[in-house]
C-alpha cells in the first residue's frame, strides 16, 4: 500500500524567503512522486516528479525537490517565494508502470505575504 | 489548445436529479481517471479506464457511472445526486507506461443543493 504525508496544512512567508513544503510518504514498491500546485479555481499542474533518476529534481516557477529514500521524504523548497506563489500544493505517490492511481497527501496552504 | 478538458464548469442541481460530466484528453493518451476533490480539498481516485477498459474502481457507489466511449473521452454520469456529493470533480490522463505523470482537466464544481 501506499500513502502520502505532508506535515502542515498552512505554511506561510513571507516574501522573498525560504520555502518549505513537508511530505513523507510509504510505499512498498520504489515510488514515483509528484508535487502538483493548485491556484483558486483551477485545476492541477504539475511542479515536478521524481520517477527513479537523479534525486535532486528540478521543476517549474524555481522549485525543486529531493528524493531521500533513507527519510522517505520529497520535501518541495524555493529559495525565494514570491507572492504569485501562493496556492494549494499537493504531493502525491504512484508506481511505476500499468495503470496506477496517484495517492495524494491532504495539501499544504502556502500563504505569502508582503 | 486545452489537453484535457472538461464541461460543465459548474454544476449547480437539486438533490435526487441525475447530472453528467464530460472529458476529453486531446493528448493521444490510453488511460483516463475521475478523481473527486472534497471541501477539504482532499483527492482521491474514483475511477480509470484504459483504451475504454475500467481497470480501478474504488469504493465509489453505484450511483456513479463512468463511460468511455473512447479513449479520448471519459464522461460521468450520477444518479440520485445526494448533498455530499458537492464537490469538485478532475479528470485526468496519462500513458500507462513511463512516468505515469497525470495531466489533469480544470475540474467540474458540483452543488447539489
Known amino acids: 500500500a501506499q500513502s502520502v504525508t505532508q506535515l502542515g496544512s498552512h505554511v506561510s512567508v513571507s516574501e522573498g524567503a525560504l520555502v518549505l513544503l513537508r511530505c513523507n510518504y510509504s510505499?512498498?514498491?520504489?515510488?514515483?512522486l509528484f508535487w502538483y500546485v493548485q491556484y483558486p479555481n483551477q485545476g492541477l499542474q504539475l511542479l515536478l516528479k521524481y520517477t527513479s533518476a537523479a534525486t535532486l529534481v528540478k521543476g517549474i516557477n524555481g522549485f525543486e525537490a529531493e528524493f531521500k529514500k533513507s527519510e522517505t521524504s520529497f520535501h518541495l523548497t524555493k529559495p525565494s517565494a514570491h507572492m504569485s506563489d501562493a496556492a494549494e500544493y499537493f504531493c502525491?505517490?504512484?508506481?511505476?508502470?500499468?495503470?496506477?492511481?496517484?495517492?495524494f497527501g491532504a495539501g499544504t496552504r502556502l500563504a505569502v505575504h508582503p | 489548445d486545452t489537453a484535457v478538458s472538461q464541461t460543465p464548469k459548474y454544476l449547480v442541481t437539486q438533490m435526487g436529479n441525475d447530472k453528467s460530466i464530460k472529458c476529453e484528453q486531446n493528448l493521444g493518451h490510453d488511460t483516463m481517471y475521475w478523481y473527486k476533490q472534497d471541501s477539504k480539498k482532499f483527492l482521491k481516485i474514483m475511477f480509470s479506464?484504459?483504451?475504454?477498459?475500467?481497470?480501478i474502481n474504488e469504493t465509489v457507489p453505484n450511483r456513479f457511472s463512468p463511460k468511455s466511449p473512447d479513449k479520448a473521452h471519459l464522461n460521468l454520469h450520477i444518479n440520485s445526486l445526494e448533498l455530499g456529493d458537492s464537490a469538485v470533480y478532475f479528470c485526468?490522463?496519462?500513458?500507462?507506461?513511463?512516468?505515469?505523470?497525470?495531466?489533469f482537466g480544470p475540474g467540474t464544481r458540483l452543488t447539489v443543493l
Open positions: 485526468a490522463s496519462s500513458q500507462p507506461t513511463g512516468t505515469n505523470e497525470q495531466f
Open positions: 502525491a505517490v504512484t508506481k511505476a508502470g500499468g495503470y496506477n492511481k496517484l495517492i
Open positions: 479506464y484504459n483504451n475504454k477498459e475500467l481497470i
Open positions: 510505499s512498498s514498491v520504489p515510488p514515483y
